[in-house]
């Protein structure tokens, strides 16, 4: 079983950048898919990005491509996703999730951190 706690959320001003945190504890972190999603009010919860056990292959969604970036230490048990030229369209509860059937993208995940929020104002 994995617990996954976010930090970093919070109110920037479009074009300005924050930078996502996400701890994780549990038996078999290291060998899990983890990923990144958002809930904007009124909206379907969101697929953002995800990377793969090892760090060394990433996806993202179209909306975010060449802004974010998601990266993991494992020796630390983190999950990162920095974002960067962010848009008021970003505005959204950020959720860290893992996928215990994946070793390479996020699906289903199977694990959730409670969100953090992130605002981005015009």
């Known amino acids: 079983q994995v617990q996954l706690v976010e930090s970093g959320g919070g109110l920037v001003q479009a074009g300005g950048s924050l930078r996502l945190s996400c701890a994780a504890s549990?038996?078999?972190?290291?060998?899990?898919?983890m990923g990144w999603f958002r809930q904007a009010p009124g909206k379907e919860r969101e697929f953002v990005a995800s990377v793969s056990w090892s760090g060394g292959s990433t996806y993202y969604a179209d909306s975010v491509k060449g802004r974010f970036t998601i990266s993991r230490d494992n020796a630390k048990n983190t999950v990162y996703l920095q974002m960067n030229s962010l848009k008021p369209e970003d505005t959204a509860v950020y959720y860290c999730?893992?996928?215990?059937?994946?070793?390479?993208?996020?699906?289903?995940?199977?694990?959730w951190g409670q969100g953090t929020q992130v605002t981005v104002s015009s």
């Open positions: 999730a893992a996928d215990r059937r994946s070793t390479v993208v996020v699906g289903t995940p199977d694990y």
């Open positions: 549990g038996r078999t972190f290291s060998s899990y898919a």
